[in-house]
């Protein structure tokens, strides 16, 4: 099993207070629940959960999470409900899941969007407390997530708004072009989303995770930005991996070019008192040949 469906109905269960565990979510990354399933369906510990909210407070996607332990049964107790002749109710097998996205509360995803995109999956129905999804399911629902999901939030490598020093100001509007989502496009889709000074690949490196993914390098030095410029995402921005990125600016006012850059890579060599095979000599050898003069 890779995902399981969990419905949940806050007119039939509300042992918990989804603001509550919103705000953990939000603030730790993590909110970390028991939750029913079915006495005969098997939720190893690992398997993706997708909640589904059901009646009358609204019916849509609203969070994911990981479970994070294997089943366990809960016997019936004293809350546990009872049949008509006052004998009690099956016992439950719990799961523990670790929420790690939630919605805000009326921002769930609607069944009408879910049910176009997976019609044979009963989205509105209030009667489903869990269902097992098949792989090529999930990937859409992944993707539906993705798209109508929560929006990421700020890049913790940059530095808080307001937080830059007065001499850095000058590279805020450099910044602006590189975050241009827009330029971005634009650019990688001219150039690949491969750095251009080392060659480095997010897809190849981390898989799907990395695909189409680059930070993106404005090339026109600060001090000829005048207020009539006008960027060209063609020729003013390159796609730089955030390590050649730092390099272009390390210990310089003015930007390294690309050419610079890879002219350093090819000369870096290899580390002192490092063991270099032949192998590696003639592919260092290769490579300052494909670059030429620089």
């Known amino acids: 099993m890779t995902a399981i469906i969990l419905g949940w109905n806050p007119d039939h269960w509300n042992d918990w207070t989804y603001t509550d565990a919103f705000g953990r979510v939000a603030g730790t ?40 332990s294997d089943v366990a049964l809960e016997l019936p107790g004293s809350d546990s409900p009872v049949a008509s002749d006052g004998t009690p109710g099956p016992a439950r097998m719990l799961v523990q899941v670790a929420f790690d996205a939630l919605l805000p509360p009326g921002e769930q995803i609607a069944v009408e969007v879910l049910g176009d995109a997976l019609p044979g999956i009963a989205w509105g129905a209030d009667d489903v407390s869990e269902l097992i999804v098949e792989p090529a399911d999930e990937a859409t629902i992944r993707a539906l997530w993705r798209d109508f999901g929560p929006q990421p939030g700020p890049d913790p490598t940059q530095p808080v708004p307001g937080t830059y020093p007065q001499d850095a100001v000058t590279r805020v509007e450099v910044n602006r072009f590189e975050r241009d989502s827009d330029a971005r496009r634009a650019c990688i889709a001219h150039h690949g989303t491969n750095c251009a000074a080392c060659g480095f690949s997010f897809e190849q490196k981390y898989g799907g995770i990395g695909a189409d993914f680059i930070p993106v390098h404005h090339l026109v030095p600060v001090s000829l930005l005048g207020g009539s410029y006008e960027l060209d995402p063609i020729t003013d921005l390159v796609p730089l991996c955030a390590n050649c990125h730092a390099m272009a600016h390390q210990g310089v006012s003015t930007p390294r070019t690309v050419a610079e850059l890879r002219r350093m890579i090819a000369d870096a060599g290899f580390l002192r008192g490092s063991i270099v095979t032949a192998e590696q000599l003639e592919a260092q050898r290769q490579a300052r040949e494909l670059l030429g003069p620089q």
């Open 29 to 68: 990354g993590l909110s970390l629940h028991p939750w029913s399933v079915g006495r005969h369906t098997a939720v190893p510990a690992g398997t993706d959960v997708w909640l589904l909210l059901q009646g009358d407070h609204g019916r849509g996607l609203v969070g994911h999470g990981v479970v994070a």
